[in-house]
């Protein structure tokens, strides 16, 4: 370990710190001052945070010290701060993260709130118009402020008329097997890296639960899937379709709007996982990671996701309310992709006879 690093770690007030990006702003400034020169993308790697998070950070962190040394006024009073900071924690643990213009746009309405209950305020007050200003309320207060990724915008090629095609197809399920909310299940790829982990968590964990938990096995079941090629094997299939279990694929580049676990669950996991501090020892990292699990697994996280993306209940109106920002017209050009030599799965049911039989026919030819 760098030395100048394994000194700026010994410090209680370094460790007692619980976001490693807050410990990373803190180290970059004190070996600044002290001439020890740890780098942003030092910092960054060790402490896994992006390198422009930590300079952005860096920046307002040296903003608002400059504000308080010239006796400059904050532009939230105290209290403000403290409703805003517990009004953004909420949205994150219901998995409701806010963008930075979200942030801004909050803030701004407990400024118009004072100024409509002060009609002769001893001290003028103005909007906030940087959103730089959000970068450092989000050090102050422990949390980092969702940010739009290039992976999000790539998935935003998706058209309505997708969407809408399966959520008729969901329909036209829920009306001939009218499912429990208790045996309507999603997963996401993480099980399904190849074949063979897909077909073992089906044969040997999803059905013998499902039969465990079922009183009578014609209780049918809807499992949600994103379109990973692990779906294509036909064994794992036909064992799921004899089991009265339904399988439905949701269109492709769609999971952040139609797959319950990114509606809520893994955004209230990584935002317990960021307030967490991580060891260097596998095994102290893997007990962390394995208690925020199960804070985000709760009955509200998991009922707000499937209700989040219009499943359960099944509502294509919640789809459509985040239309406007999530997915593009369907009179814009999509990306060229190249042709694929596999079945299209996108927004499909693989469990029904035709597409089973249309899978078989493709195998045999190979």
Known sequence: ??????????????RSLNSNLEKAVQIYILSQEEKRGLSYRFLSDYFQVPKSTLHDAVKSYRRFQRAGKSG???LLSKNEEILLC????????????LTKEETLEHAND???KWIQTNENPQRKRQLISSKMWVNGFALRNEFVIKKVTNLEQSRAYVTLKELKSFWDKLEDLFQKNSYLPEFIFNCDETVGLQKKIFHNWVRDIFIPLINERRIDQNIPVLLVL???SSRLDLDSLESLAKAN?????IPAHSSHITQPLDRTTFSVFKNHLRKSTLETKLEKNLETILDCLQKSLTIKTIKSGFSRAGIYPLDFE?????ADSNIIEQTHSKPIRKKRKTIK???KIITSEKFLKKLSDKLEKH
């Open 72 to 74: 400059r006024p904050l």
């Open 345 to 347: 799965i996108s927004g």
């Open 110 to 112: 407990l400024i118009h």
């Open 245 to 249: 279990i339904q399988v439905a694929v």
């Open 226 to 228: 994103d379109g990973h």
């Open 1 to 14: 370990m760098n030395q100048s690093l394994k000194h700026y770690l010994c410090f209680s007030e370094i």
């Open 318 to 322: 919640k789809i459509e309310e985040i």
């Open 86 to 97: 517990r009004f953004v924690r909420h949205k994150a643990n219901i998995g409701e993260c």
